[in-house]
């Protein structure tokens, strides 16, 4: 059973950083297409990064050079390292797999973690 | 940039069918796949059609996505709608770097 879970959000002060991470299970993270999505409160659903299966990485316009996204095929494990926090990064992130190693799309979805960016 | 733009909400009766939109603002929607993502309050998002017209194991085939080329959208489909349909219901496709982009969201009622 694919399996994907959310660790590491909080309260954090602007300006702060933050390590979010995505344990999963089921399958293996390094063969598929891993995103980060988050959802500010009462908004929609907005795309924040990338990694391939090759590794190559992509991030939005709003976090370049703030958020690194990374992978440890050791423990199968997602990460998100956040930096230089602001207000509007405050949201729930989830992080996604792809439907078959090949698409640049979530298809499995974390249950997310809530990160809070505030004084 | 590329922007995806879903009506804000629809609401239809238990037992109709109803179709939620999904614009792209340019470009040509067919020339990429588009995904379809149910979120009921207090949850994840859950896929309900990949690959413009692909439904996951486990979702009815009440639910079915189309494509439309001449007006540049695509529509998500539910017929026969049951109360347990209320909820968000997001596209996804792709801007001109291949990001992945949604559209705003669209609230069904089933009332």
């Known amino acids: 059973e694919v399996q994907l879970v959310e660790s590491g959000g909080g309260l954090i002060q602007p300006g702060g950083s933050l390590r979010l991470s995505c344990e999963v299970s089921g399958f293996t993270a390094s063969r598929n297409y891993m995103s980060w999505v988050r959802q500010a409160p009462g908004k929609g659903l907005d795309w924040v990064s990338i990694?391939?299966?090759?590794?190559?990485?992509y991030y939005a316009d709003s976090v370049r050079g703030r958020f690194t996204i990374s992978r440890d095929d050791s423990k199968n494990t997602l990460y998100l390292q956040m930096k230089s926090l602001r207000a509007e990064d405050t949201a729930v992130y989830y992080c996604?797999?792809?439907?078959?190693?090949?698409?640049?799309?979530?298809?499995?979805w974390g249950q997310g973690t809530l990160v809070t960016v505030s004084s | 940039n590329f922007m995806l733009t879903q009506p804000h909400s629809v609401s239809e009766s238990p037992g109709k069918t109803v179709t939620i939109s999904c614009t792209g603002s340019?470009?040509?929607?067919?020339?990429?796949?588009v995904q379809w993502y149910q979120q009921r309050p207090g949850s994840a998002p859950t896929t309900v059609i990949y690959?413009?017209?692909?439904?996951p194991s486990g979702v009815p085939d009440r639910f079915s996505g189309s494509i439309d080329s001449s007006s540049n959208s695509a529509s998500l489909i539910i017929s026969g709608l049951k109360t347990e349909d209320e909820a968000d219901y997001y596209c996804?496709?792709?801007?001109?770097?291949?990001?992945?982009?949604f559209g705003g969201g669209t609230k069904l009622t089933v009332l």
């Open positions: 340019s470009g040509s929607i067919a020339s990429n796949y």
């Open positions: 996604a797999r792809d439907f078959d190693g090949s698409g640049n799309y979530p298809y499995y």
């Open positions: 996804q496709s792709y801007d001109s770097s291949n990001h992945q982009v």
């Open positions: 690959e413009d017209n692909q439904r």
């Open positions: 990694i391939y299966s090759g590794g190559s990485t």
